[in-house]
């Protein structure tokens, strides 16, 4: 699976704004809607990559570890 950034300049070089929670993807100007819509448009290529680490992805890490010693 590709990680796709939410706060990185796009690829011609102009800053977008990132994104912050799902109901931020829509909105004009971040990379979230920048990177949708080059998947729509069959362009992967074209995508912002990156590892952008949330809330979410802390928990989850934490829960792993927790799980992990728990065993």
């Not at 011609?12 to 829509?26: F, I, M, P």
């Not at 949708?36 to 934490?62: C, K, M, S």
Request: aromatic share 4%.
């Amino acid at each position: 699976m590709v990680g796709l950034s939410t706060d990185r300049e796009g690829p011609d070089g102009r800053q977008l704004e990132g994104s912050k929670g799902h109901s931020a993807y829509l909105i004009p100007g971040t990379t979230s809607q920048y990177n949708i819509a080059a998947t729509v448009a069959g362009l992967p290529e074209q995508r912002i990559t990156g590892e952008t680490e949330g809330l979410g992805d802390l928990i989850r890490g934490g829960l792993e570890a927790w799980a992990d010693a728990s065993c």
